[in-house]
């Protein structure tokens, strides 16, 4: 059984605009969050985590959120561009274990 | 900048021939792994290493072996590819620990058509 979840496969926004992706899980043993960056024929690429005793990371454009009671995580991308188009991948790990990935969400953003 | 590296980055194959997928890294990360990913899916952990001579399976079987003789060099062995085989593999790192210690780097991966 999948426990990341990221429901939407794919979004589009426009250029200039926010960009709000998300993701669950199931595990309450998951303590640490990151977002991977995926182009076309690269491997992942990581921008940014958020342990589970905050609630907010924030880094330049990209903020994550993290609402432990719903079990529930959002990457923000404001303002968003055309360069930030890929697949992002929510990823969720318990102490050193090692990590769970989602299914992915492919961001398009159009000029 | 992660610096790990990944050979072939495509490949294509009759089955029953067996391959070798090549990772290494140049951070001297002591943990390595293989993930395989399918269109639309999520990445599976096939294998990982958490230091030289140990190897372990993911969640994912998978019919591949690894080994690890030396702390930069991963590579990933199918005796005989079929066309169930045939997926992205992408091999990472990271220097263990928790949290954000545990932060893994991809290489670029290799695509692998069995045909």
């Known amino acids: 059984d999948q426990q990341v979840k990221q429901n939407s496969p794919s979004l589009s926004v426009q250029e200039g605009r926010i960009s709000i992706l998300n993701c669950d899980y199931t595990?309450?043993?998951?303590?640490?969050f990151l977002w991977y960056k995926k182009y076309p024929a690269e491997g992942p690429t990581f921008l940014i985590s958020i342990s589970s005793i905050k609630d907010k990371n924030e880094d330049g454009r990209f903020t994550v959120f993290l609402n432990k009671s719903a079990k529930h995580l959002s990457l923000h991308i404001v303002p968003s561009q055309p360069g930030d188009s890929a697949v992002y991948f929510c990823a969720a790990l318990a102490g050193a274990n090692n990590l769970f990935f989602g299914t992915g969400t492919r961001l398009t953003v159009i000029p | 900048e992660a610096d790990i590296y990944q050979t072939p980055r495509y490949l294509v194959i009759g089955t029953g021939k067996k391959i070798t997928l090549e990772c290494s890294q140049t951070m001297g990360h002591d943990k390595m792994y293989w993930y395989q990913q399918d269109p639309g899916m999520e990445l599976h952990l096939i294998h990982y290493s958490y230091g030289v001579n140990s190897t372990e399976k993911g969640d994912l079987s998978s019919e591949s072996t690894v080994s690890r003789i030396r702390t930069e060099h991963f590579p990933l062995t199918l005796e005989s590819a079929r066309p169930s085989h045939t997926s992205q593999y992408l091999c990472?790192?990271?220097?263990?620990?928790?949290?954000?210690?545990?932060?893994?780097?991809f290489g670029a991966g290799t695509r692998l058509s069995v045909l």
């Open positions: 595990n309450s043993m998951f303590d640490y």
């Open positions: 990472a790192s990271s220097t263990g620990g928790h949290a954000a210690k545990n932060i893994q780097y």
